[in-house]
């Protein structure tokens, strides 16, 4: 079983920045991908951003040019840096992996969620 750890949510200012982490445990043979997405009250689940094994990044187009998503050096760990927030960036965010489970199975593997609220 695969969990997903996240931090680095809170409350920030409009124009401000946060940096989001989460972090892979767990068996699994491999990761295809991890990404972010969010949820603000009353909508549903959106996507954020995604990042390849192999280091290929996606974002929806609302967040390009502010935020970036990264892998850390061990390959379990996917980061979101957020610069520019907008109110509309309020939301809980969620961690995603998408990978191949022990017995080569695809699945999605989710974190807990981390608040990020802009608000002056």
């Known amino acids: 079983q695969v969990q997903l750890t996240e931090s680095g949510g809170g409350l920030v200012q409009p124009g401000g920045s946060l940096r989001l982490s989460c972090t892979a445990s767990?068996?699994?043979?491999?990761?295809?991908?991890m990404g972010w997405y969010r949820q603000a009250p009353g909508k549903q689940r959106e996507y954020v951003a995604t990042i390849t094994s192999g280091g290929t990044t996606d974002y929806t187009n609302s967040v390009k040019g502010r935020f970036t998503i990264a892998l850390g050096n061990a390959k379990n760990t996917v980061s979101l840096q957020m610069n520019s927030l907008k109110p509309e960036d309020t939301a809980v965010y969620y961690c995603n992996l998408n990978g191949r489970d022990l017995r080569f199975l695809t699945q999605d593997y989710w974190g807990q969620g981390t608040q990020v609220t802009v608000s002056s």
């Open positions: 767990g068996s699994i043979f491999r990761i295809n991908a």
